[in-house]
């Protein structure tokens, strides 16, 4: 059974950083991409970055150079750094991850979803 358990959400001003953590269980990182998405009150659940086996990445335009996607194939731990948080980055964030090779930011490609964790910026 594919368990992903995100956490690292919380609090934060604007112009400050957050690292989430997403732990995989069940299921390895060298087997398909995986990503992280997030969905704010009244919006559609929208991908931000995701990462392939071969650690190929993609980046919404809204967080590039802002959010870095990670994986420590030891830990089972998918990663995002975020740094210069904005206020309208505040939204549920969530793991995601494929049966396939393929990266994209589409949620309509991803099998296996975490629970969340709440992201919330302050001006």
């Known amino acids: 059974q594919v368990q992903l358990v995100e956490s690292g959400g919380g609090s934060v001003q604007a112009g400050g950083s957050l690292r989430l953590s997403c732990v995989v269980s069940g299921y390895s990182s060298s087997r398909g991409s995986m990503a992280w998405f997030r969905q704010a009150p009244g919006k559609e659940r929208a991908g931000i970055s995701c990462?392939?086996?071969?650690?190929?990445?993609n980046y919404a335009d809204s967080v590039k150079g802002r959010f870095t996607i990670s994986v420590d194939n030891a830990k089972n731990t998918l990663y995002l750094q975020m740094n210069s948080l904005k206020p309208e980055d505040t939204a549920m964030y969530y793991c995601?991850?494929?049966?396939?090779?393929?990266?994209?930011?589409?949620?309509?490609?991803?099998?296996?979803w975490g629970q969340g964790t709440q992201v919330t910026v302050s001006s």
């Open positions: 995601a991850a494929a049966s396939t090779i393929w990266c994209g930011l589409d949620p309509s490609g991803y099998n296996f």
């Open positions: 990462i392939s086996p071969f650690q190929n990445t």
